[in-house]
């Protein structure tokens, strides 16, 4: 019986047979490598040339006599991620002895060229750098030198958003030599697989364990390519192919870069962490490039388990976890054992709440994104790599960020209300260019969703007015400061609309109010009969000529604010008062370079006058005048007077929003306060919004605001209580600004013949 | 440094003076800036505009800019290579911007002028042209 079987057998497996069994098997493993290789090389290529455009902060520029404190250098240092260094210094770090520093900036590429990295040497005293020494090149040493500029964030693929893609060359050598002393220690020198790995696997399958263990990087790469968790002979072996295949078409760096940004690192609700640029500011909220020995080894440390060892969960698991770690890089000498003993005796320094988005400032980011948007097209702004150069003041905006979240829980706390029910928005620019420094869209200033400062159109209440007084000050044979204008009661009938009644804050009517006066104390009666006398729909055209390009409500109410603008819109409504009439578009791009770093386009300063000097200069002594005895005062409780800021608070109806804008010699800066249920907060202007501006705007330095007076104003004494030409003898007289021309001719009867000892007004000083 | 002197010095000389001159006037001698940064910059502004790369030359004017937005020399030197670039409105704004920071300065006010007189004229607006050149001719006097 089994000789008959063999014979058949035999008579079967005739040599053509055979060869033909032998040919197919061979045209099938050929295809099947052609499919393998034809998969594995899309994954990969998929993965490598989808880049973001990378969005940067403005650089600091550095020059000898600039104002700048030593602590404020130090925090751009640590925002950089410069790291204190001992006697050798390398680019990336600085010495620090009191007031005197030595840096070593990195090398970077901008818009006009490269700057390589240039030793410095720069010293303090009080708030300037008195003496900048470049010692790179000490032939040059008038040119300002520019730091590297901060890494904000990324325009991300759509599908993508749940990953911060790093260049190999951004990523600490420590972390590549641990990632290897871990995970494969022979990953230069193997072919995508080490053999005694697969060799254990087997053994492993052999006693029943499953297959596990012998990945190297390239196999690891693979699998986390292709996502599926299934452990089968199959999958290990095709896993095995691939990872030569990959290794055949491929470099050493190629590979690791793809793995550094593949592998899965930890889990937040239904987004999963790859890669180590998110991960390290999923759990560490800092760039890559500045993660600390201690977070290095907690990450390569995760690579094993992410949610075993979660450091969030499981902080005890994950501190022993990364101790092995640093243990095992001593061990192969990655790391000296000094190195061991300050890293493990460091904490896990992992940030409580995960940030939310891919960037430290998702406000501006977004910014930027939607300026971007009128020039680019969305899919290249999201693949091509292109490097953004922003506006953005980082030690501005750590400031605005600051000021707002403090006092918002100051705020609550003082008057009984519940934790987090507030919310707001800052938005500060340079009141001479109209540079956006900083753009705080929320309280949860990492929280990427409402952006405020752009998206929250809110009544703007008594910020309006400056453009009612504006208005009538651009007719200065008719109105001047010193016009008396009525604030008696008022009812204005309109067909088809209910009755108008606007009532003053201090629910009283003030009579006959010199302009100055009236906008100063913010009252309403007065103003509104302006805007009415004046036309609405002339004060709403000329909001729209300073800045708001879109149609605007003209009803009599819409002359209180009662119509929304975003604190965003509102600063670029202001931008042209702070900066002497001229309309400068708020900008937030500065340079667009290709992702090899060649120039594209720049966002050129663009400005256009809007206003006349003279009416403009009116207006801001007007503001400053608020501030100085009007319903800012309380400012003064921040900053000196001296700075004779310009400002103006606002107030809307049952108190759901809190404004103030306002601005200095160098910065303009809009802050709102309210609920996102629009529920009251009973807040005015003054006691919300202003003490953000004021504790702001005191940690930013601003430059006294000195407007240039010019040439068709003159100054000239002013009685208050008649509007009438007055002296400096009389009591309570004002020296206030006229267009040349207006100054009123008849005299007050305050003027009397006995001269006294002249009073000078803050005005006069000013000019002095 | 001394290099960079001389030639400050002679920028400034080209700025105040208006480089294209008006004729039987005494230019007078400031530097353009206080400030060797500034000045720096401005040189290399200028040397960008002799290679003819305008838009190199622009961004570091507004680098200079932005160490001292209130120069009116430096607002003036951008007007004129938005001029030379064509750009007549940006020139007419920017020249109206140093206008406004240069309250004491005649000579630079009266070259603001001229040069929003040819902005206007390049534009086709030959009343408001003839009127800077007026504005022009009443600061040089």
């Known amino acids: ?768 | 440094m001394e290099k960079i002197r001389a030639r400050s010095v002679l920028l400034t000389l080209c700025v105040l003076s208006g480089c294209a001159g008006f004729p039987g006037r005494e230019p007078g001698i400031t530097p353009v800036s206080g400030n060797d940064a500034v000045v720096s910059l401005v040189n290399a502004a200028q040397s960008n505009i002799s290679d003819g790369k305008y838009d190199a030359a622009a961004a570091t004017l507004e680098r200079a800019l932005r160490l001292e937005p209130r120069n009116p020399a430096l607002w003036h030197q951008l007007a004129k290579l938005r001029m030379q670039q064509g750009q007549y409105q940006q020139a007419e704004g920017l020249a109206a911007r140093s206008n406004g920071w240069s309250v004491n300065n005649k000579t630079l006010q009266a070259e603001n002028w001229r040069l929003i007189g040819e902005s206007r004229l390049k534009r086709g607006d030959y009343p408001g042209a003839q009127a800077a050149f007026d504005k022009a001719a009443e600061q040089a006097n």
């Open chain 1, 1 to 768: 019986m089994n000789k008959q079987i063999v014979n058949k057998i035999q008579h079967f497996v005739t040599p053509i047979r055979l060869r033909i069994f032998f040919l197919s098997l061979a045209l099938l493993l050929a295809g099947f490598f052609l499919y393998l290789d034809i998969a594995v090389r899309a994954q990969f290529e998929g993965k490598r040339w989808a880049l973001p455009a990378r969005v940067y902060a403005r650089p600091l520029e550095l020059y000898p006599g600039m104002k700048l404190r030593p602590e404020q250098l130090l925090l751009e240092l640590s925002m950089l991620g410069y790291r204190s260094a001992g006697s050798q210094l390398e680019p990336g770090s600085y010495r620090q002895s009191d007031a005197s520093f030595t840096i070593m900036t990195r090398p970077f590429i901008f818009w006009d060229g490269a700057q390589g990295a240039l030793e410095l040497h720069a010293e303090f005293e009080a708030d300037r750098l008195r003496n900048l020494q470049n010692l790179t090149n000490p032939g040059n040493t008038a040119i300002p030198v520019r730091l590297d500029p901060q890494y904000i964030g990324g325009i991300y693929p759509a599908h993508n958003e749940d990953r911060v893609l790093v260049r190999l060359t951004e990523v600490p050598p420590l972390l590549i030599q641990g990632l290897i002393a871990i995970e494969d220690r022979k990953f230069y020198s193997h072919h995508g697989i080490d053999p005694r790995g697969i060799a254990r696997a087997v053994l492993s399958i052999l006693r029943g364990g499953g297959v596990q263990g012998g990945s190297t990087v390239t196999q690891q790469l693979v699998k986390n390519f292709f996502l599926t968790p299934e452990r089968t002979l199959r999958r290990k072996i095709t896993e095995i192919l691939m990872a030569q295949l990959l290794e055949l078409h491929y470099s050493k760096e190629e590979i690791l870069e793809a793995y550094l940004n593949e592998i899965y690192l930890g889990q937040d609700g239904n987004r999963a962490i790859h890669g180590f640029g998110l991960a390290s500011l999923f759990y560490f909220n800092r760039p890559v490039s500045r993660l600390g020995l201690n977070e290095i080894a907690l990450l390569t440390g995760l690579i094993k388990g992410p949610s075993y060892y979660d450091p969030r969960r499981h902080p005890a698991r994950a501190l022993s976890r990364r101790n092995l770690v640093l243990q095992e890089m001593t061990q192969q000498q990655v790391i000296t054992q000094q190195q061991l003993i300050s890293a493990r005796s460091a904490p896990l320094d992992v940030v409580d709440h995960a940030p939310v988005g891919t960037s430290i400032y998702p406000a501006f980011v977004e910014l930027v994104h939607r300026q971007l948007r009128s020039d680019y097209r969305e899919t290249d702004l999201r693949s091509e790599g292109l490097l953004i150069f922003t506006t953005l003041d980082p030690l501005a905006q750590f400031t605005a960020e600051r000021a707002l979240t403090s006092r918002l829980g100051q705020l609550e706390k003082s008057r009984k209300i519940v934790p987090n029910a507030l919310d707001g928005a800052v938005v500060v620019t340079h009141s001479q260019n109209g540079e956006v420094q900083a753009l705080v869209g929320g309280r949860d200033t990492r929280y990427e969703g409402f952006n405020r400062a752009l998206d929250a159109q809110r009544p703007i209440g008594s910020l309006l007015k400056p453009v009612i007084y504006l208005s009538a000050l651009e007719q200065p044979y008719a109105y001047t400061l010193a016009t008396l204008l009525d604030d008696s009661p008022l009812v204005w009938r309109e067909r088809g609309a209910p009755d108008w009644e606007p009532r003053n804050y201090d629910k009283t009517f003030h009579g006959k109010v010199p302009l100055y006066s009236a906008l100063a104390n913010s009252y309403n009666v007065s103003a509104a009969r302006l805007g009415l006398s004046l036309g609405v729909r002339k004060v709403m055209d000329n909001v729209q000529r300073l800045g708001i390009d879109r149609n605007l409500n003209a009803f009599a109410s819409s002359l209180l604010g009662a119509d929304g603008l975003s604190p965003f819109e509102v600063a670029q409504l202001y931008q042209p008062l702070a900066s002497g009439g001229f309309r400068l578009p708020l900008r937030s791009i500065r340079e667009v370079l290709t992702a090899d770093g060649q120039p594209l386009q720049r966002f050129s300063l663009s400005v256009q006058q809007v206003i006349d000097p003279g009416p403009a200069f009116l207006t801001t002594a007007a503001l400053q005048y608020v501030v100085r005895e009007g319903t800012a005062d309380g400012l003064s409780r921040y900053l000196p007077p001296d700075l004779q800021i310009a400002g103006k608070t606002g107030t809307t109806n049952d108190l759901r929003d809190s404004w103030f804008a306002g601005y200095t010699g160098d910065r303009l800066a809009v802050v709102w306060i309210g609920r996102d249920d629009n529920q009251p907060i009973n807040m005015t202007g003054a006691s919300g919004a202003m003490t953000v501006w004021g504790d702001m705007m005191a940690k930013l330095d601003p430059e006294p605001l000195q407007p240039p007076q010019p040439d068709n104003i003159e100054l000239a004494w002013t009685d208050p209580a008649n509007g009438l030409k007055a002296d400096e003898n009389c009591q309570n007289a004002k020296l206030l600004p006229f267009i040349r021309g207006s100054v009123p001719t008849e005299t007050s009867p305050c003027v009397s013949q006995a001269p006294s000892e002249p009073i000078k007004s803050w005005f006069k000083r000013l000019f002095e």
